[in-house]
C-alpha cells in the first residue's frame, strides 16, 4: 500500500500553491504503473500546461462551481481557483472532481485542502467534491435528473483534461452516451461532449484533448455538439506533440480550446506556442468561417496559425473539384496481411503478384521487390485473395501512416503497371490508392494527382485540420482538387520526382 505524506505549504503566495500542486503531481506520478497508465490514457497535466488552460478562461468572479472529469490530483482545478484568486473577485467556490485510481483520489484530496487552505485565507468560501465514480455514468444520471425536471448539480465552469483511449461501439459507456443522444467513439470526445451539456448556459468549458476531433466522420457527432449554439472562442496549438506533455510518451499532436455555451459564435483567436509556457505565442484573430467552413457538412475545424497558412486554406481549400468531380474514388489497401498469413510470399514467382508495402515508396515512386527484407513482397493471386486485387495498372498510393519524424504527412507514390508483368495488383491495408471505380487511372491525370499529393502547399494545408500521423481514405477524400484539364497540364511538364518543381507547378495554378 502506498502511503503518502502531505507536503507542507511553504508560503502564503500563490507561487507556492501551484509550486506545491504540482510536487503532488510528480509525487503521484512516480507512484503509478507505467503500463496501467497508457492503458488507461492517463497524461497527466504538468503546471504550466494547466497554468495556460485556466488563463483561457474569460470570467472567474461571483460563485463558481467547477467540473473537473479526469481530474487526476487536481492540478487543473488548482490552476483555475489559482487564478481565479489572483485575477478575479470569486464569492465562493465549488469543485467537483471526478477520478477512479486510487492513488491518484488520495493525492487529489491532498490538492484540493490546498485549494481550500488558501481560499479561507482570502476570506472565499470553498466547497468540494470528489466522485470516486466513472464519469460517464454520473453525467447520464445528472442529465437524465435534469431533463425530468428534478434539482441537480450545476455548473458554470468545466476544465478538463480527460483520459485518451477508444471505446467500443457495444460497451456500456456507448450505450449510456447513445441515451443521452450522444455518439462518440473516444474517452476524450465523451468526457468533453457531457461535460458541455452539463454546463448552465454562458457556462465556459477548457479542454486540453487530441487534435483528431478536428476532422474525419468519426467526430461528426462531436463536433456537432462542440459547435452548435456554442462559441468557440480560442484554439490554442503547441508546435511540437511532445511539448504539451514532456514527462508523457504522448505521440498526438494537442489542442487546447475555450467554448462558451449558449453564446453566439463569433471570431476565433489561434494561438501557437512552442510549448505550454512559451514567452511569445504567435496569435491570430480568424473569421470563423475560415475556421469551419459553411460549406462542409461535417464542419471540419481548420487551425490556422498565420496568414500564409490562412492563403494556403484559401487556395488549397477553394480548388475547383472533388475527386467525385474527377471520377476518382480513394480507398484503403484490401490487403490485411495477418489475415491471409498463408498466401504472402517473400519473392515473386508464377503463382504470385506484387503486394505493395509503405516500405516499398521511394521517392515518389516504388521500389520493388526489395530483397531480404521482413515484409513480404507479394501475394499469392488464387480465388481467396483475387477479391483483394485491383487490375494492373497506373495509381496513385498514399502511406496511412507516417512516422512521427517524416517531414511530410501525406506522402505519395506513382505506381506503374511495368513494376511487373501481371494482371493483378494488391495494395496493404498500411496504403490508400487512388483509382477509377475500381480501375487503373489515366496516366496523365495519375502523374498530375501525384505531382498535387506531393506537394508543399497541400501537405501544410492537410496539417491545419488532421493533427495525428494517420492520413485516412476519408481525408483524401475531402480535399479539393484541380480540374482534370490542370492535372493533365502538369503530367506534361514532369519527368521524375522533383519537389520544387511540384511546389512551382501547384503554386502557380
Known amino acids: 500500500m502506498n ?10 503566495s500563490l507561487d507556492s ?29 504538468p503546471s504550466a500546461a494547466a497554468r495556460l ?37 470569486p464569492n465562493t467556490i465549488e469543485a ?7 492513488i491518484l483520489v488520495e493525492n487529489l484530496h491532498e490538492t484540493l485542502e490546498v ?76 468526457f468533453v461532449a457531457l461535460a458541455i451539456m452539463l454546463l448552465e448556459k454562458g457556462g465556459e468549458l477548457v479542454a486540453i484533448t487530441p487534435r483528431s476531433f478536428c476532422n474525419g466522420p468519426y467526430f461528426n457527432d462531436f463536433r456537432r455538439i462542440l459547435l452548435s449554439n456554442n462559441n468557440l472562442t480560442k484554439l490554442h496549438v503547441f508546435e511540437s506533440r511532445t511539448k504539451a506533455f514532456k514527462e508523457d510518451k504522448v505521440l498526438q499532436e494537442n489542442v487546447v480550446f475555450h467554448i462558451v455555451k449558449g453564446e453566439e459564435q463569433g471570431a476565433v483567436d489561434i494561438v501557437s506556442s512552442t510549448c505550454a509556457d512559451d514567452p511569445k ?35 488549397i481549400g477553394g480548388m475547383p473539384c472533388s475527386l467525385e468531380d474527377l471520377g476518382i474514388e480513394a480507398s484503403t489497401g484490401k490487403v490485411v496481411d495477418f489475415r491471409t498469413r498463408e498466401n504472402l510470399r517473400y519473392d515473386m514467382d508464377d503463382c504470385s503478384v506484387p503486394l505493395i508495402y509503405p516500405m516499398h515508396f521511394k521517392e515518389g515512386a516504388i ?29 496513385v498510393i498514399t502511406k496511412r501512416l507516417t512516422a512521427k519524424e517524416e517531414k511530410r504527412r501525406i506522402v505519395a507514390s ?53 493533427g495525428h500521423t494517420q492520413v485516412n481514405s476519408t481525408d483524401l477524400r475531402v480535399l479539393r482538387y484541380p480540374t482534370k484539364a490542370q492535372l493533365r497540364s502538369i503530367a506534361q511538364q514532369v519527368e521524375l520526382f522533383d519537389q520544387v518543381l511540384f511546389d512551382q507547378l501547384i503554386d502557380s495554378l
Open 281 to 315: 505565442p504567435s496569435i491570430r484573430r480568424a473569421e470563423f468561417k475560415e475556421v469551419v467552413n459553411p460549406h462542409n457538412p461535417n464542419r471540419f475545424i481548420h487551425i490556422v496559425t498565420n496568414d500564409e497558412e490562412a492563403f494556403i486554406a484559401k487556395r
Open 17 to 45: 500553491m501551484s509550486t506545491h500542486i504540482d510536487s503532488i503531481r510528480i509525487r503521484a506520478n512516480s507512484l503509478l504503473d507505467e503500463s496501467k497508465r497508457g492503458q488507461m490514457g492517463q497524461f497527466m497535466t
Open 115 to 190: 485549494c481550500e487552505e488558501r481560499c479561507q485565507s482570502l476570506n472565499v468560501s470553498f466547497g468540494s467534491k470528489v466522485n470516486s465514480r466513472d464519469f460517464i455514468e454520473h453525467a447520464v444520471a445528472l442529465l437524465k435528473l435534469k431533463e425530468s425536471g428534478e434539482e441537480t448539480l450545476v455548473f458554470n465552469k468545466a476544465i478538463l483534461n480527460p483520459p485518451y483511449l477508444k471505446i467500443s461501439a457495444k460497451s456500456k459507456e456507448r450505450e449510456l452516451l447513445r441515451s443521452v443522444g450522444v455518439e462518440a467513439g473516444n474517452l476524450y470526445s465523451c
Open 414 to 466: 506513382l505506381y506503374s503497371p511495368d513494376v511487373a508483368p501481371v494482371d493483378y495488383v494488391g495494395f496493404e491495408n498500411k496504403t490508400n490508392y487512388f483509382h477509377s471505380h475500381g480501375e487503373p487511372l489515366e496516366e496523365d491525370i495519375a502523374k498530375g494527382l501525384w505531382v498535387y499529393l506531393n506537394s508543399t502547399a497541400v501537405d501544410k494545408y492537410f496539417r491545419q485540420f488532421n
Open 367 to 395: 521500389e520493388f521487390p526489395i530483397p531480404n527484407c521482413k515484409k513480404p513482397n507479394a501475394i499469392l493471386l488464387n480465388e481467396s485473395t483475387k477479391k483483394l486485387m485491383v487490375p494492373n495498372g497506373t495509381y
Open 96 to 102: 467537483n472532481a471526478w477520478e477512479l485510481d486510487s
Open 53 to 89: 488552460l485556466a488563463d483561457m478562461f474569460r470570467d472567474l468572479s461571483g460563485d463558481i462551481k467547477v467540473l473537473d472529469a479526469g481530474a487526476g490530483v487536481g492540478s487543473l482545478t488548482g490552476a483555475l481557483i489559482e487564478r481565479a484568486l489572483e485575477s478575479f473577485s
Open 3 to 12: 502511503i503518502s505524506l502531505p507536503l507542507p505549504l511553504e508560503t502564503n
